[in-house]
């Protein structure tokens, strides 16, 4: 029965995430949610008992924050930023301990909003690639204001685009490659 759930829900999120990208690709970025390799690969680098505060950018249908929600501890504060109205509805209702803000360009006051204006990890799930220069260069600003020293910041692309951004903002950048995911992706690590 679980399993039938289970997969029930994963063909929803789907059809939902591609109709939404059929609406606007602008601001969804796929056409399928991220795998579950993709989903593993981006959460694998947080220290989990050492979270108090966490952000994720772009949540989508919720399969980052399914995985969030699963793993952090039962203090932590999570700020969850979903443009789409619908998505950022049913994100809301699933996940009712979580605070919902819509635009990831005003991160720094939605987390001053909340009292979290030190962060000590940053998921991001934005399509970057679609943004102007202007925007990536707001949010990963932003980003860099709201990070603890020690923070990461975690972000999926499907492409380097953002390498030379990232590296510019961050003292340390990794990327790996994950094959298993519709389209493939890079994952930036960045302390």
Not at 45 to 54: F, G, R, S
Not at 127 to 137: I, L, T, V
Request: hydrophobic residues 40%; contains cysteine.
């Amino acid at each position: 029965m679980l399993a039938n759930t289970f997969t029930k829900t994963k063909i929803t999120d789907r059809w939902r995430f591609l109709k939404k990208f059929i609406q606007n690709p602008h601001d969804v970025g796929s056409i399928v949610p991220s795998s579950n390799r993709l989903t593993q690969k981006m959460l694998e680098p947080i220290p989990w008992n050492h979270v108090h505060t966490l952000v994720e950018l772009g949540a989508g249908t919720g399969v980052f924050t399914q995985m969030i929600y699963d793993l952090v501890r039962p203090d932590c504060q999570v700020a969850v930023f979903e443009k789409e109205e619908e998505m950022r509805e049913l994100l809301k209702r699933e996940f009712c301990g979580f605070h919902m803000f819509s635009n990831a360009l005003e991160l720094k006051d939605s987390l001053s909003s909340i009292g979290a204006d030190r962060v000590d990890c940053i998921v991001s799930g934005l399509p970057f690639a679609n943004f102007s220069q202007a925007e990536r260069e707001k949010i990963i600003r932003q980003v860099r204001e709201t990070l603890r020293e020690d923070g990461l910041f975690i972000t999926f692309q499907y492409s380097l685009q953002m390498k030379t951004m990232l590296e510019a903002a961050f003292d340390e950048v990794s990327i790996s490659l994950v094959p298993w995911n519709i389209p493939p992706a890079f994952v930036y690590t960045c302390k």
